[in-house]
């Protein structure tokens, strides 16, 4: 299969798979790329910026190093441009969430063939207050679950990070939460955690979603109820071993928009990044936002 021409890296500087960054670019090299531009930020919320200047140049192909906080503000660039380039993701971070839902392995030579010589496969994006998600989104016990993750202790203990942070979370309050589904109500009650989610695996390799697809045109809705640890531990115990419908503490549907106001204001988060506390919020479906590179099937193979 050919090789893209025009290949263009944004890579999170502290983020490492493999060889390193070194390495991605003794690949890049030897698959005699024509024209490499190559941009690397200290931290995700410098990649706009440097996927902005990357789409000046239309490359063939946008190739993000890094975990799904870079992915998600990439994309989030690449769905509002007109020059809609296919992304290649080089799962180099803690969760890699959207790489690992579609089949993009932390194999630094599998993940750059698969960035060089994949199917170019169109998938959905969740987009909540303007911005753009590839994985999910959540608030209350979600949402402060990731914001006290913060860096140093994901560096330090990985997925680890995760449950250590929610576990200080088990007994916070609920809040009292309306959520409309596609112009109808749909639950008015307390909940501890609402997530929307663009694909089946979250956070620890959690199925909340048993039947989501990031191709289908929809977006996943949960409800947990849940509170205190014991309950917490049934849930996702439930969510372990079956379908996470099945529990007494969790609601799910689908929904094109949903819409959610909250009691009293509750942190939220996008693709494993904190964002602000807010009361009210609005996000929708995005059917084929952008393009990214997967593994081929089968029969592209032979």
Not at 92 to 104: D, E, K, Y
Request: aromatic share 4%; with cysteine.
């Amino acid at each position: 299969m050919r090789t893209p021409s025009r290949i263009a890296v944004v890579a999170h500087q502290k983020k490492t798979l493999g060889g390193g960054l070194d390495e991605l670019r003794r690949r890049l090299t030897d698959a005699e790329i024509d024209d490499l531009a190559w941009y690397e930020v200290p931290k995700s919320k410098k990649a706009p910026k440097a996927v902005r200047s990357a789409l000046e140049d239309k490359p063939d192909r946008l190739i993000v190093w890094g975990g799904d906080g870079i992915v998600q503000r990439s994309l989030d660039v690449v769905a509002r441009s007109e020059h809609k380039v296919p992304v290649g993701i080089i799962p180099a971070g803690t969760g890699n969430l959207l790489a690992t839902n579609l089949g993009i392995p932390a194999d630094l030579g599998k993940a750059v063939d698969i960035a060089l010589h994949g199917s170019d496969h169109a998938i959905d994006l969740g987009k909540l207050e303007g911005e753009h998600f590839g994985v999910m989104a959540g608030i209350g016990f979600d949402g402060a679950m990731i914001s006290d993750a913060d860096r140093n202790l994901k560096d330090r203990l990985g997925k680890l990070a995760y449950v250590w942070a929610g576990l200080r979370h088990v007994n916070g309050e609920a809040a009292t939460a309306t959520i409309t589904i596609d112009g109808t109500k749909w639950f008015e009650d307390e909940a501890s955690c609402v997530l929307i989610g663009n694909v089946s695996k979250i956070t620890g390799g959690i199925r909340a979603f048993d039947d989501a697809k990031p191709d289908d045109g929809w977006l996943d809705v949960g409800v947990a109820t849940a509170q205190g640890a014991l309950q917490w531990a049934r849930a996702l115990g439930t969510m372990a071993v079956g379908r996470s419908d099945s529990s007494p503490f969790v609601r799910t549907t689908r929904a094109r928009r949903i819409d959610v106001k909250l009691e009293s204001k509750m942190e939220y988060e996008l693709d494993g990044g904190a964002r602000t506390k807010t009361k009210s919020f609005s996000a929708k479906v995005v059917p084929g936002a952008v393009k990214i590179c997967v593994p081929r099937s089968p029969s592209e193979v032979s």
